[in-house]
């Protein structure tokens, strides 16, 4: 593509070149890239535009103030949103339907039930989110929930070239912030809650709630549909948000209007559902344990009848949806015979809804491992504990990922929470506590992790995996 088709202005005329791709990296630019310089956390981007230049960067997209010499400068308020626009014109085409899933917690399984219920109805469909690109023949992991906006947009082509026609993607807070995805038209947008979590980042509930309100106020389309999770106390602001732009809105759960959630009962290996929608009603047996599984299939057949999804073939898909990865897998059951879950709850509501998934399945006591992660809010650890106090029987707090912090100190935030837990920093000991304690009738519930590979300690990441951990404590 020519810089002069893609900016049109007198300096990408005069410039004349050709462009072969985009960074927001200066150690990733080749020759004839765009180079976005944005202000960051850590450091400012636009010490770097020399740099950029020097290793062939043709145009740099930056604040009108940024100094740029040797290169078109494309000046911006918004850098990263005018990046983004300009980045996905040059990666187009995608996938004709993308939707998006935004929220505190149920993003991945979302996205993911998404995913396979378009595969049932021989779509082909992708997930991007924090398990990694996901295709029916593989994954790919990219280390972020959302991905940079070159990775992602290069990915969403990807997809589009390999003949995906549906995309599910997780909206972070930060990748809504950052404008990770900005330019791929989202024809469906998801809401599935708000509770605490990445305060760190955006200061406060109000600044984080906004981040994720931008998925509906800018990015979803025009002639798009919201999706919404009705029981969530702040789901009346998105819908508002939704009607205020005239989007078509669907709202789910027990107080849903289009797939509403009339009946829910657990069974020992999943929860037969009653779903009235267009004024019938679908009994469907979910093959998945927990109240919030249930929540976000719901919203995942939402997001598919919102796109064109039959409603009758949609429902019956739930009854064949595959677990996810690290979301109450069963990794083990103890020579006792108590069953071992892991989860990847790391915010206080997700603690709260990973216990109750499991509570109405304990005769005997639940016991918990928990712990909270490094560089991450801290104004969460208190609350994570408290909740584990409230929900679990036996709470074991141990370490996460510490990251570049002190575990013990991240511990004792937690124990300010849940006073008379036990405390076992290493994880792999702390599993292994909660496995002997488990008695017949017991349930263990090892919590923050889920499908993880790894703990990151400082700038290490030590191989650890929960379910492997588990299974072979349990052996
Ligand atoms: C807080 C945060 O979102 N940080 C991400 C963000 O950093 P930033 O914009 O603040 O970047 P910075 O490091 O200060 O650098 C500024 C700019 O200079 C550029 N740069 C930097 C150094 C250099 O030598 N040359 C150069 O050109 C950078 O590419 C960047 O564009 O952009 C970087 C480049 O894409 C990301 O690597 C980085 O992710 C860090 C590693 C991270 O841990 N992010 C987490 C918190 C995150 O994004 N999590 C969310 C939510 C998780 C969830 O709840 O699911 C996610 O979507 O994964
Ligand atoms: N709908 C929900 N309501 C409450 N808690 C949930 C819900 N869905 C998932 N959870 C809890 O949150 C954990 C994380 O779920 P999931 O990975 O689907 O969320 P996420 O939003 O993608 O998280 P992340 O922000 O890390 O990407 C689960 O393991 C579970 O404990
Ligand atoms: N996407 C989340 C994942 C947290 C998982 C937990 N294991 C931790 O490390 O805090 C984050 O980056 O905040
Ligand atoms: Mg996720």
């Known amino acids: 593509m020519r810089l002069s088709a893609l900016l049109g202005d007198a300096a990408a005329i005069a410039a004349d070149a050709t462009v072969t791709g985009f960074a927001i990296d200066h150690r990733k630019v080749a020759p004839g890239n765009l180079f976005g310089a944005f202000e960051g956390l850590r450091v400012n981007g636009e010490d770097y535009i020399d740099a950029a230049v020097e290793a062939g960067a043709v145009a740099v997209v930056a604040r009108p103030g940024a100094h740029v010499e040797g290169a078109v400068h ?26 998006a899933v935004t929220g505190t917690n149920g993003k991945t399984s979302t996205v993911e039930m998404t995913r396979q219920l378009w595969r049932m109805a021989g779509e082909h469909a992708a997930s991007i989110g924090t398990l990694g690109v996901t295709t029916a023949d593989e994954r790919v992991v990219t280390g972020l929930t959302t991905p940079d906006v070159v990775t992602f947009l290069s990915n969403v082509a990807g997809l589009a070239r390999e003949g995906v026609t549906h995309l599910a993607f997780e909206a972070s807070s930060h990748g809504l912030s950052q404008y990770r995805t900005e330019g791929l038209p989202v024809r469906a947008a998801a809401f599935t809650n708000l509770g605490r979590d990445h305060l760190d980042y955006h200061g406060d509930m109000a600044a984080y709630f906004t981040a994720k309100l931008r998925l509906f106020a800018q990015v979803l389309s025009d002639d798009g549909s919201a ?3 009705a029981d969530d106390p702040q789901s009346e602001r998105v819908i508002d948000i939704a009607r205020e732009r005239g989007n078509r809105v669907v709202t789910v759960g027990e107080h849903g ?63 064949r949806l595959q677990p996810v990865r690290g979301r109450l897998e069963r990794a083990a059951i103890t020579a006792s015979g108590a069953p071992v879950y892991v989860d990847y709850a790391h915010t206080p509501d997700a603690i709260e809804a990973a216990c109750a998934a499991l509570r109405p399945h304990v005769a005997g006591r639940l016991i918990l491992v928990v712990g909270a992660g490094g560089d991450r809010d801290r104004g969460k650890r208190e609350p994570m504990g408290q909740v584990a ?78 379910v492997a951990v588990a299974r072979e404590m349990a052996a």
């Open 389 to 466: 106090a409230a929900a679990a029987d036996v709470v074991i707090v141990t370490d996460d990922n510490p990251r570049s912090e002190d575990p013990a100190a991240i511990r004792a935030e937690l124990l300010e929470g849940a006073p008379g837990a036990r405390e076992i920093g290493d994880r792999r000991a702390a599993i292994a506590a909660a496995l002997r304690e488990a008695a017949a009738g017991d349930i263990v519930l090892i919590a923050g992790k889920g499908h993880e590979q790894g703990q990151i300690v400082g700038d290490l990441v030590l191989p650890f995996d929960d």
């Open 74 to 99: 494309v000046a911006d308020d918004n850098p990263r949103e005018a990046f983004a626009r300009l980045a996905a014109r040059f990666y187009a085409p995608f996938p004709a339907t993308a939707v």
């Open 257 to 319: 209007d289009d797939l509403r959630l009339i009946e829910r009962v657990p069974t020992l290996l999943g929860q037969g559902l009653v779903i009235r929608a267009g004024g019938v009603d679908h009994r469907v047996q979910l093959p998945l344990i927990g109240g919030y599984q249930a929540a976000n299939a719901l919203i995942a057949a939402g997001l598919v009848i919102a796109t064109g999804g039959d409603v009758a073939t949609t429902i019956a898909g739930l009854a």
């Open 227 to 229: 999706v919404v999770w």
